[in-house]
T-cell receptor, first 115, second 116 residues
Framework: DVKVTQSSRYLVKRTGEKVFLECVQDMDHENMFWYRQDPGLGLRLIYFSYDVKMKEKGDIPEGYSVSREKKERFSLILESASTNQTSMYLC??????????????FGQGTRLTVV | AQKVTQAQTEISVVEKEDVTLDCVYETRDTTYYLFWYKQPPSGELVFLIRRNSFDEQNEISGRYSWNFQKSTSSFNFTITASQVVDSAVYFCALSEAMDSSYKLIFGSGTRLLVRP
C-alpha cells in the first residue's frame, strides 16, 4: 500500500518560531510537493521538488523554504511563523517519467495553528 | 492562466439521491489532464479518476460517473444513489506543465453532505 506520511497531524506554534513540517514517502517517487489548503481557496502549491536537492517555487512560496536531502523526505520550513500561515498543509508525491497524467498521492495533512 | 472553477461550495442531499458536482476549467494547452480527488474528514486526498483531453468518453465506476465535455470545458462528477460515506470535500484538478515537472491546479472544492 503506497504511503505518504506527514510527521504531525496537529501543530501549535508561536509567532516568530521556526517550524519544520516533515513528509516521507515510501514509493521511490521523484516528485514531491507541498500544498496549503484554505477554505474557499482549494489547494495552492508552495514548493515542489523533482529530485534530491532540487526545488522549485510554486504559487505562494513567500515565507517558506524547503529541503530535500534524501529522495524519500521533503521538509517544509516556516522561517518565522506568522498567524497568516495558520492553515492545513498537505504533502504529495508522484513518479517522474510518466508525464502529466500521473496522479499524486497525498499525506493526511498537518493542521498548523500559529498563535 | 490555467484555472479550475467549482462553483458549488456546499451541497446537501438526502441518502439515495443522485448528486452532480460541477467542474469548469480553463487552459490554453491542447493536451491536458483532469482529475477528481475526494477528501474525507480524515484529511487525506484520495484519487478518484484521471482523464486526458483526447478521451471524451464518459466513465462509470460503480455509483460514480464522470461527464467530460471539451466543448463546454467541463468535467462533471455524478454520484448515483448517494450514501452517508460519500460525505466529503471533492476537488477537481487540472495538470499544468512546468519547466521540469508539472503541478496540479485545484478548484476550491465542493463539500458534499449526505444526510441519512
Amino acid at each position: 500500500d503506497v504511503k505518504v506520511t506527514q510527521s504531525s497531524r496537529y501543530l501549535v506554534k508561536r509567532t516568530g518560531e521556526k517550524v519544520f513540517l516533515e513528509c516521507v514517502q515510501d514509493m521511490d517517487h521523484e516528485n514531491m510537493f507541498w500544498y496549503r489548503q484554505d477554505p474557499g481557496l482549494g489547494l495552492r502549491l508552495i514548493y515542489f521538488s523533482y529530485d534530491v536537492k532540487m526545488k522549485e517555487k510554486g504559487d505562494i512560496p513567500e515565507g517558506y523554504s524547503v529541503s530535500r536531502e534524501k529522495k524519500e523526505r521533503f521538509s517544509l520550513i516556516l522561517e518565522s511563523a506568522s498567524t497568516n500561515q495558520t492553515s492545513m498543509y498537505l504533502c504529495a508525491s508522484s513518479p517522474m517519467g510518466q508525464g502529466r497524467d500521473t496522479e499524486a498521492f497525498f499525506g493526511q495533512g498537518t493542521r498548523l495553528t500559529v498563535v | 492562466a490555467q484555472k479550475v472553477t467549482q462553483a458549488q461550495t456546499e451541497i446537501s442531499v438526502v441518502e439515495k439521491e443522485d448528486v452532480t458536482l460541477d467542474c469548469v476549467y480553463e487552459t490554453r494547452d491542447t493536451t491536458y489532464y483532469l482529475f477528481w480527488y475526494k477528501q474525507p474528514p480524515s484529511g487525506e486526498l484520495v484519487f478518484l479518476i484521471r482523464r486526458n483531453s483526447f478521451d471524451e468518453q464518459n466513465e462509470i465506476s460503480g455509483r460514480y460517473s464522470w461527464n467530460f465535455q471539451k466543448s463546454t470545458s467541463s468535467f462533471n462528477f455524478t454520484i448515483t444513489a448517494s450514501q452517508v460515506v460519500d460525505s466529503a470535500v471533492y476537488f477537481c484538478a487540472l495538470s499544468e506543465a512546468m519547466d521540469s515537472s508539472y503541478k496540479l491546479i485545484f478548484g476550491s472544492g465542493t463539500r458534499l453532505l449526505v444526510r441519512p
